[in-house]
Nanobody, 126 residues
Framework: QVQLVESGGGSVQAGGSLRLSCAAS????????MGWFRQAPGKEREFVAT???????YYADSVKGRFTISRDNAKNTVYLQMNSLKPEDTAVYYC????????????????????WGQGTQVTVSS
């Protein structure tokens, strides 16, 4: 079992930046593929970014070039640096973890992940 706790959400104006953190406990996050998803009101949860066991990254087209996912295995934490934020980035952001992974594979579907955090709200105003 692993527990995930997100932090760092908040309200920001368009063009601003936020950094989300996801702290893992219970097991070492170094053995998990990690991902960020988001869900806006009335919409399905969607993939944002993922980092593999060997720290390779993959992004949704909508955030490519603006968001950066990274992992610090020593701190058991995954980050999502979000720059040039847009109103359409407004959503609840969720951290997710998956064990039993293939190191080079990117996991982009919600049902690829075993564990989820409780979410953190990000609101971007125009």
């Amino acid at each position: 079992q692993v527990q995930l706790v997100e932090s760092g959400g908040g309200s920001v104006q368009a063009g601003g930046s936020l950094r989300l953190s996801c702290a893992a406990s219970g097991r070492s996050a170094s053995s998990f593929a990690m991902g960020w998803f988001r869900q806006a009101p009335g919409k399905e949860r969607e993939f944002v970014a993922t980092v593999s066991l060997n720290s390779n990254t993959y992004y949704a087209d909508s955030v490519k070039g603006r968001f950066t996912i990274s992992r610090d295995n020593a701190k058991n934490t995954v980050y999502l640096q979000m720059n040039s934020l847009k109103p359409e980035d407004t959503a609840v952001y969720y951290c997710a973890a998956r064990d039993n992974v293939i190191s080079w594979l990117f996991y982009v579907r919600t049902n690829d992940y075993n564990y989820w955090g409780q979410g953190t709200q990000v609101t971007v105003s125009s």
